[in-house]
Structures are given as structure tokens and as C-alpha cells.
């Protein structure tokens, strides 16, 4: 079955530095697209950033960045730059097959003043 | 303003009612979602529609039903069936199947 593996429950970042969360799923597709979300304490869930498989380049929205390791089945998430508004709990996502999302559990993100 | 909306915000219930979860987009998406949450725990696919009069079972689907009699509207109804209600339900939808997904607020069921 196909699965979404985020290791980080929790990470902590200095307001201004850098942070990479992890993410690792298992596919025999070629094809299919990857997600990472954010849910605020509001718990309205945004979409941070997307990614197709097929494509080589790593997405990118402004302070948000992806490195996606192909080969590896790798898709961490890059925020640089980190703002007090960024703290949040953060879902890699990833489609399946029949076009089902898979979520992954979730890294909470505090950010230090 | 385009979005989806979810009522009510917060829900109690007393055990052996049915309960229906309200949600309604005006983006003009084919798909809808409807997931539960639990504490730690990512999002689990309850049901979804790819389009109208039509609707897919998802993981966790027992205990639950949905119609989608507009293409505007995926109520979800809590049975009585349902062992442990009580959960975060966010609703969503996207332009097909395959697209990104856009949330609703979520409501908050708490069973007595």
C-alpha cells in the first residue's frame, strides 16, 4: 500500500533561520503528483507548495521550496527565512492511483521569536 | 468571495443520533472530499465524488454517508452506527480529481 512518511513530529526553528521537514512516500508509479499543506491553529488547511512527478525542476513559492529526490522517494520541504506566521502543523501529501490524496502524520512547526 | 464553507462550526451530539455535516462550494469543482481527523494524526479519507449523483467510498467510510444531489453541496451524515464520532471533519474540493484540493474551515463533533 502506498504510504506518506513525515519522521519529524516536531521541529524548531529561530525566527529568520532556515528548516527543511522531511518527507518520504512509496509508489511503483511513474506519474503523480506531491503536496505539502499547512494547517494553522485556525485548522484551515492551505496548500503550501505542489510538485509533479515528471517534472525535474523542484517547485518553488517564494520563501517555500521543495528538493524532490525522485530515485530516493523524497520530497522535504524547505521554508526559508522562517516568520512567526509559518508556525503551523505541516502535511506532505501525495496521489494515488485511483487519485486519492495519502497524508502523511504531520511536523509541527514552532518558530522562536 | 469564492471558497467552500463548512456549518456548523462546532456540533454536539448525544449517542444513537444521526447528525449531518453542511458543506457547500461555489468554486465550480467537480470533486469533493470529506476527511476526519484525529489528535496527531493526518487526514483519513471518508468519501469523495468525482461528480454529481456519483460518490466513492474512502478508507474509513463505515459509519458515514454522503449524497451529491448538487454540484455544489456534500452533506455527510454521522450515523448512529459510527463508533467514535467524535473527530475534526474537514471538507474539500478540487476542479477534477486530480487537482489540488481546497479546504473548508472544518467543524468540530463532539459526541456526549
Known amino acids: 500500500a502506498q504510504t506518506v512518511t513525515q519522521s519529524q513530529p516536531e521541529m524548531s526553528v529561530q525566527e529568520a533561520e532556515t528548516v527543511t521537514l522531511s518527507c518520504t512516500y512509496d509508489t511503483s508509479e511513474s506519474d503523480y503528483y506531491l503536496f505539502w499543506y499547512k494547517q494553522p491553529p485556525s485548522r484551515q488547511m492551505i496548500l503550501v507548495i505542489r510538485?509533479?512527478?515528471?517534472k525535474q525542476q523542484n517547485a518553488t513559492e517564494n520563501r517555500f521550496s521543495v528538493n524532490f529526490q525522485k530515485a530516493a522517494k523524497s520530497f522535504s520541504l524547505k521554508i526559508s527565512d522562517s516568520q512567526l506566521g509559518d508556525a503551523a502543523m505541516y502535511f506532505c501529501a501525495y496521489t494515488e492511483v485511483n487519485y486519492q490524496l495519502i497524508w502523511g502524520a504531520g511536523t509541527k512547526l514552532i518558530i522562536k521569536p | 468571495d469564492g471558497g467552500i464553507t463548512q456549518s456548523p462550526k462546532y456540533l454536539f451530539r448525544k449517542e444513537g443520533q444521526n447528525v449531518t455535516l453542511s458543506c457547500e462550494q461555489n468554486?465550480?469543482?467537480?470533486?469533493m472530499y470529506w476527511y476526519r481527523q484525529d489528535p496527531g494524526q493526518g487526514l483519513r479519507l471518508i468519501y469523495y465524488?468525482?461528480?454529481?449523483?456519483?460518490?466513492q467510498k474512502g478508507d474509513i467510510a463505515e459509519g458515514y454517508s454522503v449524497s451529491r444531489e448538487k454540484k455544489e453541496s456534500f452533506p455527510l451524515t454521522v450515523t448512529s452506527a459510527q463508533k467514535n464520532p467524535t473527530a475534526f471533519y474537514l471538507c474539500?474540493?478540487?476542479?477534477?480529481?486530480?487537482?489540488?484540493?481546497?479546504f473548508g474551515p472544518g467543524t468540530r463533533l463532539t459526541v456526549l
Open positions: 474539500a474540493s478540487s476542479p477534477d480529481i486530480r487537482d489540488e484540493q481546497f
Open positions: 468554486l465550480n469543482h467537480d470533486a
Open positions: 510538485q509533479e512527478a515528471y
Open positions: 465524488s468525482q461528480i454529481v449523483n456519483d460518490f
